[in-house]
T-cell receptor, first 115, second 116 residues
């Protein structure tokens, strides 16, 4: 079974700083998707960024980028020039392409951006 | 596009009562997922459907929980009888399974259930 581990329960940085959230996962599959979801206080889950495992290039979405290390099964999220609106819970998630296509989540990291 | 729509947004009920949560997925999405979120266990997948057919319900806690998807635009999650430990936020999500957004889940705003 796939597992996703986020080792940082909470993080806090100053506005405009760069922050990196860690995620590791375990799977025997070769092709899969990885995601970072953001859950603000409004509680709706919002997709931040997506990575296909067969793509070597790291995904980037504006201030958000990932460092995908397939061999190490690591998938960290970097937020550059952090903003107050980035304050939220961040969840790393895995979805296999073959077989059961269900999203498996990590426990989440609570990120606070301080003014 | 209205997104995934869930109702009710909040539900407070007493132990032993029946609870029904509702979900309307995004039109054209052919997979639907029910998740439960609690502080202790995080986000847990309860059940998911492909083309209205339940594929994996191994996450359903016990027989008190049941889910249906009678058509492509509607699903329900029912708890009968409800217990205090069922208190959680229940999320519905849908997925197109094809095209540029394949693999991405689109979530509703969740239904917060409190069982007294």
């Amino acid at each position: 079974a796939q597992t996703v581990t986020q080792s940082q329960p909470e993080m806090s940085v100053q506005e405009a700083e760069t922050v990196t959230l860690s995620c590791t996962y375990d799977t025997s599959e070769n092709n899969y998707y990885l995601f970072w979801y953001k859950q603000p206080p409004s509680r709706q889950m919002i997709l931040v960024i997506r990575q296909e495992a067969y793509k070597q290039q790291n995904a980037t979405e504006n201030r958000f980028s990932v460092n995908f290390q397939k061999a190490a099964k690591s998938f960290s999220l970097k937020i550059s020039d952090s903003q107050l609106g980035d304050t939220a819970m961040y969840f790393c998630a895995f979805m296999g392409i073959q077989g059961a296509q269900k999203l498996v989540f990590g426990q989440g990291t609570r990120l606070t951006i301080n003014p | 596009d209205a997104g995934v729509i869930q109702s009710p947004r909040h539900e407070v009920t007493e132990m032993g009562q029946e609870v029904t949560l509702r979900c309307k997925p995004i039109s054209g999405h052919n997979s639907l997922f029910w998740y439960r979120q609690t502080m202790m266990r995080g986000l847990e997948l309860l059940i998911y459907f492909n083309n209205n057919v339940p594929i994996d319900d191994s996450g359903m806690p016990e027989d008190r929980f049941s889910a249906k998807m009678p058509n492509a635009s509607f699903s329900t999650l029912k708890i009968q009888p409800s217990e205090p430990r069922d208190s959680a936020v229940y999320f519905c999500a849908s997925n197109p399974r094809a095209g540029g957004s394949a693999g991405e889940l689109f979530f509703g705003e969740g239904s917060r259930l409190t069982v007294l």
